[in-house]
């Protein structure tokens, strides 16, 4: 039997994770890891090229607030066809239309197809969840250090809060209206940072 790529099979970079709290049956909160459908086309795309195809055999609504997916992931490796088939389910916010719905449950599919061949399955790894939260700590740790330090040039310059963010959105190429703090990752404050010790 033709075997997948090996590089399709090593853990996708944390980088890549994406998470978001849900409720259990018992109504509490708990994080669930995952993979967007793009992550997992992207690589399909750069190992297999066109010799993989993905189906909805199905779709179920069990009521207006969740869509469940019969999902199908068909590989081709040199005139071998293989094929892993899920369900999934849509995780969505309140509000959120039948299209969205689906299009999440579309994509759960294909993550959880994906799965079945050993493409991300480390995110069903309890041991991986623990990297990827030691992964982001580290990152929020880089983080404040680096706006600790953007604070500390602006005070010691007497730069204002508005006068720090008129610079931050220059450097972005973000206008001041649609600016916001919050949005700005680790990357953009590294920019800001550099700038204001070669500015200031």
């Known amino acids: 039997m033709a075997l997948l790529p090996e590089k399709l099979l090593e853990p996708i970079s944390i980088d890549k994770v ?27 795309n750069e190992h297999l090229g066109l010799n993989w195809s993905y189906q909805i055999k199905q779709v179920e609504v069990s009521d207006p607030s969740a869509v469940a997916v019969h999902a199908r992931l068909e590989i081709d490796l040199n005139g071998t066809k293989t094929c892993r088939e899920q369900f999934g389910t849509a995780f969505v916010k309140n509000g959120a239309s039948y299209a969205e719905k689906l299009k999440a449950a579309a994509s759960a599919g294909l993550t959880r197809c994906a799965a079945l061949y050993g493409i991300g399955a480390e995110l069903y790894d309890p041991e991986h969840h623990l990297k990827i939260e030691a992964h982001r700590n580290g990152l929020q740790d880089k983080l404040q250090n680096v706006k600790d330090q953007v604070a500390n040039i602006a005070k010691m310059r007497k730069l204002s809060t508005d ?12 206008p001041m209206d649609t600016f916001v703090w919050k949005e700005r990752s680790l990357a953009d ?5 550099v700038y204001l010790r070669a500015e200031f």
Do not use: A, P
Not at 36 to 44: A, F, G, R
Not at 189 to 193: I, P, S
């Open 18 to 44: 994406r998470s978001m709290e849900v409720k259990n049956d018992n109504g509490d909160k708990t994080t669930l890891y995952y993979y967007d459908y793009q992550t997992i086309v992207n690589l399909l």
């Open 163 to 174: 006068k720090v963010k008129e610079i931050f959105g220059n450097i972005l190429n973000i």
């Open 189 to 193: 404050y590294e920019k800001l940072l």
